[in-house]
């Protein structure tokens, strides 16, 4: 069985830690980033599926890292938090292709919801984009 | 304070506009009619009366020249025998008379003095002239003219006598000047019901009657001699507003003074001065009515669009606080969600934790997993105060967004209700359950619910109850929300007023007058109505009514 792989991105370390402790027990695979860049780095080295990502971050904010994340890996899932709900970004974040935005203080299990409905998202997109390049390949 | 700046802006208007208009006509008309006119009048009068006396000098010379004449021919066409003749000397007096009636009497005198001969209406015959004055002046200058003397008849008159030599002896030819013929010669001049000619001689003695009261040979004292030395042609002197022509009468040392009376001459032209005059003051009469209705209506512009620009800077200044303050919301939410969230999670793994044990084994196990949840539930309720905040922040955003007006106005209470409790202050709900949504901007209908609850609870003070209705009206496709208090009430004649800018009941500095002023534009431009209700001592209602319509 596929295992969603997930990576927390949150300048907030006890934050990130606590959280990679609930889903590991929830049987999660996380990694932590805590910075835009550590993030950018880290997706290069992993493979991952979705990303939670806070959206006010020091340095690089949400929104440029996810556009950041989004050229390396186009099908990524990411599932935005936000302290405030400011329409303006939420909408912003849904239109670079954002699966979804949740206001903290989070609700574990719904974030857990987001992720599995995120991983399904990917699994589908990454299928379609397989069966197009079978068609291509028999074409050829 | 404000009054006064207007006041005194309306005072310089007022000034400024009427000095200008004023300067210029009242200087016109004083100019004119004072300077330029006064001259040319004066001019123009001066000019005549010195033509006048002029004339009149020449006739008066010609009048002597002549009745000279008369004498001479007499005098050389007849000798002393003839003329010593009574009867003949009637006989000629007649003949003279018949074509001038300006001679009185003739008489003939001798080298002694004695009147031999005479011919007119007095008795004079055989009166002896040795020691007369005139006797003496002919025989020095042989033709002479007598200034007025009473003389032997006892009444003013003026002779001309003329002596003749023959041979060794001479004789005199005298005739009396008719004074009624010379004094209406004289007089002829006389213009006006106060202008006056006569003439006077060399020590200031009336000759003929002045016009008024003074007689033949008394003296007038307002001319002097210095005057009438230095008459040399015609003059005209400006005595008190009165008009004198002096010239001199050559063959005498008489002078002839005319006089005229300036105002009388210048009365027509004083008639156009006072209508003139009436005239300025009506032109300052209309000048004062236009300049005070200009300067009321600019002053009453002025204070409209003052309290135009007023009422603009309270409603940017409304805005920007609400901004400022939504933003501060928004930061403090976000400052304050970030470490709940950290909280929250904290709760949660002891939780997760918790569920790995065994609760036997843990003495206090039920406690622990009590006070997690607490927490728990109390990040979940600091949780909806940030997002209060965020809701409130968030509606400072221009919108147009489905409402439920139930919520909206629990939600407007719900900030007030502490102060409505701290004051003893009950709140009835009354709302229509299934409202309508509507769709319209939630932050400016809350703001004003939000003033007229605050209006309400002024107008209560203390102990009382507020009411909250919120119904539906299908034939106008409006929702309304009626808030009733049981506050002091507003009289009938202010109530017109309440909409209105600075219009407040509240001591300055506690209100600005504009809170109802603003809720009534926004509610305005959301397309919808407020109305008000009152009677004093029982309470106000204040109905705000919205359309029911949604945005495609």
Redesign the interface.
Known sequence: MNTVKVMLVDD?V??TE??Q??MK?RNIDTLIANSGKAAISLIKKEKIDVVVLDM?MPDLDGIQTMKELKKINPLLEVIM?T?????GIAKEGIELGAFDYL????D?DSLIFKIQDAYKRKILQEEKIDSIKEIIKSRS | MEIEIYGRIRGKIITTVFLFSLIPMVFLVFFLLYVQFDKIYTDKITNTLKTMVYNKKRSIDLFFEERIAQIKTLAYTHNYETLSNDKYLSELLNVVQSTSKSIVDLGIINQDGEHVAYAGPYKLKGVNYKNEQWFHEVLFKEIYISDVFMGFRKFPHIIIALMRKDGGKFWILRATIDSNVFNSLVQGAQVGEKGDAYLVNSDSVLQTPSRFGSQVLSKIDFLNNEVFNSIIDEKVLHLNKIFVGLSRIDIKKWHLVITKDGNEEMSQFNDVKIDAVLILIVFILIIIVGTFMVSKSIIKGLILSEKKKSMIDANLMQSSKMAALGKLA?GV???I??P???????A??IK?LLSEEEQEKIKNFVEYEKMANKIELH?ERA?SV??RM?GF??RL?PAQENVDFNMLADQTVSFLESEALHRNIKIEKNLLKDIPLITTDTAQVQQVILNILDNAIDAIGKNGTIGLRTGYNDSENKIFLAISDTGIGIPQEEAKKIFDPFYTTKRPGDGTGLGLAISYNIIEKLGGKIEVDSTVGVGSTFTIYLPIRRIA
């Not at chain 2, 709940?340 to 904290?346: D, F, G, P």
């Open positions: 907030e006890d934050f606590i959280l402790k609930r027990k006010k938090l302290g405030h709900a400011s329409l206001m903290k203080p989070i574990t | 928004a939410a976000h400052e969600n970030n709940l969230a950290l909280i929250k999670e904290s949660g793994w997760d990040v949780r940030t997002h965020l922040a968030r955003e």
